[in-house]
């Protein structure tokens, strides 16, 4: 099984500020096959990025994803008020898919 | 609108059978491979179950095979999660979302979740 580690554990940020988000895989996957959630409190997790950097439909473009092999970035160009949340990495690359423990950015 | 709702969430005690339910709208429901994924606080988000649009393919994780069944119907736009033998491991909110179309098994929508409790 491919355990995803998601860093930091939190991110203390400001609106405005950039964001970057880190998940590494323990070993490497199929084709980038990585996707971003975030998941806001009370709600479901909502779909911003898979295949490592291709954004979902009606994602800003200030998300954009990065990375190959077991290195992984979600970045957030200028956050939004209503960017903090927490997020979380997936692999679908190797059964079975696995999720990080997921990043918290909350306002500093 | 895309729409995915779960039903059937409850109290059951250990060793016990429970079957959820999501009902899909406002897509082709027989056109989109489909998953039950769990979340706790303690173990994050845990992919459960997957199973091909045509329901001709079945997959789970190894924590659940052998006592949950995935299943759907077609024909009432609706997936199930057949879940027995439960152990208090199996608390969580259950959710089903929809694969990405032609993307491979990354969820482009979710439903809003059903509470599962395993408990004497």
């Known amino acids: 099984e491919i355990v995803l580690t998601q860093s930091p554990g939190t991110l203390s940020l400001s609106p405005g500020e950039r964001a970057t988000l880190s998940c590494r895989a323990s070993q490497i996957f199929g084709s980038d096959y990585l996707a971003w959630y975030q998941q806001k409190p009370g709600q479901s997790p909502r779909l911003l990025i898979y295949?490592?950097?291709n954004r979902a439909t009606g994602i800003p473009d200030r998300f954009s994803g990065s990375g190959s092999g077991t290195d992984f970035t979600l970045t957030i160009s200028r956050l939004e008020p209503e960017d903090f949340a927490v997020y979380y990495c997936?692999?679908?690359?190797?059964?079975?898919?696995?999720f990080g423990q997921g990043t918290k950015v909350e306002i500093k | 609108e895309v729409q995915l709702l779960e039903s059937g969430g409850d109290l059951v005690q250990p060793g016990g059978s429970l079957r959820l339910s999501c009902e899909g709208s406002g897509f082709t429901f027989r056109s989109y491979a489909m998953s039950w994924v769990r979340q706790t606080p303690g173990k994050g988000l845990e992919w459960v179950s997957s199973?091909?649009?045509?329901?001709?393919?079945?997959y789970y994780a190894d924590s659940v095979r052998g006592r949950f069944t995935i299943a759907r119907d077609n024909s009432k736009n609706t997936l199930y999660l057949q879940m027995n033998t439960l152990s208090t491991e199996d608390t969580a909110v259950f959710y089903c979302?929809?694969?990405?179309?032609?993307?491979?098994?990354?969820?482009?929508?979710w439903g809003q979740g059903t509470l599962v409790t395993v408990s004497s």
């Open positions: 979302a929809r694969h990405t179309a032609g993307a491979g098994p990354n969820f482009d929508y």
């Open positions: 997936q692999q679908y690359g190797s059964s079975p898919w696995t």
């Open positions: 199973i091909s649009n045509t329901g001709g393919k079945t």
């Open positions: 295949r490592a950097s």
